[in-house]
T-cell receptor, first 114, second 116 residues
Framework: QKEVEQNSGPLSVPEGAIASLNCTYS??????FFWYRQYSGKSPELIMF????GDKEDGRFTAQLNKASQYVSLLIRDSQPSDSATYLC??????????????FGQGTILTVHP | DAGVTQSPTHLIKTRGQQVTLRCSPI?????VSWYQQVLGQGPQFIFQ???????GRGNFPDRFSARQFPNYSSELNVNALLLGDSALYLC???????????????FGEGSWLTVV
């Protein structure tokens, strides 16, 4: 079992729709969760981070965390063609040899078509 | 404020050669981590440094080494390059390695390494 799993996609949504990206993780000791957007040929860009169970909203983006189910998601409202990218879920642990380490999923490719 | 800066941005090396990649963190950030990203995969953790000490190491061979300087900048060295080392090498910067709520992690633009 992979430590962080994402559906690789591609996920295709029409412009203006809600895009839903999902991520599960295996380590119950994980404490913080990040979503990065990566355009082709570029480095990952931080979109949101979440630490507590529930929802966190920032503009068109909402991150949802459920630690009991070991599940984190990212919703993108009013999707735009410029949102087309690979979305990376990353999980951070607190202790041991993994101190400060980010563990990434393989990423979900999102395509927003006009 | 300047973000995380990395150099060089692109380089081509021959198998067996050695390479040094450089990173300057965001001003005030004391933790630097290195990640390797091969095409089609998420970044893989290589090293983390905090206050000039190695605090974490991923599953990479001893050909990979790194260090952090008093000004918190860092270098990643890879010896005896293999074709499989071709990847995007990313430097990440944060205040500390911890998981407190204000401690987000930012990436530089990366160094594209091609081994031929």
């Amino acid at each position: 079992q992979k430590e962080v799993e994402q559906n690789s996609g591609p996920l295709s949504v029409p412009e203006g729709a809600i895009a839903s990206l999902n991520c599960t993780y295996s380590d119950r000791g994980s404490q913080s969760f990040f979503w990065y957007r990566q355009y082709s040929g570029k480095s990952p860009e931080l979109i949101m981070f979440i630490y507590s169970n529930g929802d966190k909203e920032d503009g068109r983006f909402t991150a949802q965390l459920n630690k009991a189910s070991q599940y984190v998601s990212l919703l993108i409202r009013d999707s735009q063609p410029s949102d087309s990218a690979t979305y990376l879920c990353a999980v951070k642990n607190a202790g041991g040899t993994s101190y400060g380490k980010l563990t990434f999923g393989q990423g979900t490719i999102l395509t927003v078509h006009p | 404020d300047a973000g995380v800066t990395q150099s060089p941005t692109h380089l081509i090396k021959t198998r067996g050669q050695q390479v040094t990649l450089r990173c300057s963190p965001i001003s005030g950030h004391k933790s630097v981590s290195w990640y390797q990203q091969v095409l089609g995969q998420g970044p893989q953790f290589i090293f983390q440094y905090y206050e000039k000490e190695e605090r974490g190491r991923g599953n990479f061979p001893d050909r990979f080494s790194a260090r952090q300087f008093p000004n918190y900048s860092s270098e990643l060295n890879v010896n005896a390059l293999l074709l499989g080392d071709s990847a995007l090498y990313l430097c990440a910067s944060s205040l500390t390695p911890g998981v407190n709520s204000g401690n987000t992690i930012y990436f530089g633009e990366g160094s594209w390494l091609t081994v031929v």
